[in-house]
């Protein structure tokens, strides 16, 4: 099962906590939960794509994440399947 992590930033100030962010990120990147992060193209947050997890296990183990201890954005857990066999995307 693959997770969609929604962010919305809070308001407050990030700066100061981009590089303990990209500290704690960094190794979830390199053991595969984290495939892919983006920013919402309004600015209004993060957009993380897990895999091989569920929504429950990924609060867990981004309880710690900088960016939540921290109040800078809240986040939604979609969990996501594959689709089904024949389906594509690609039209």
Not at 44 to 69: C, H, K, N, W, Y
């Amino acid at each position: 099962m693959h997770v969609l992590m929604i962010g919305q930033l809070t308001g407050k100030d990030y700066q100061h906590l981009l590089q303990e962010e990209g500290a704690f990120i960094a190794p979830l990147r390199a053991e595969g939960l984290v495939r892919d992060i983006f920013i919402k193209a309004d600015g209004s947050g993060p957009v993380l794509i897990l895999a091989d997890v569920t929504a429950d296990q990924a609060r867990e183990r981004f309880a710690a994440m900088p960016f939540i201890v921290h109040d800078i954005a809240t986040f939604d857990f979609i969990e996501m399947d594959l689709p089904p066999a024949g389906l594509t995307t690609n039209q």
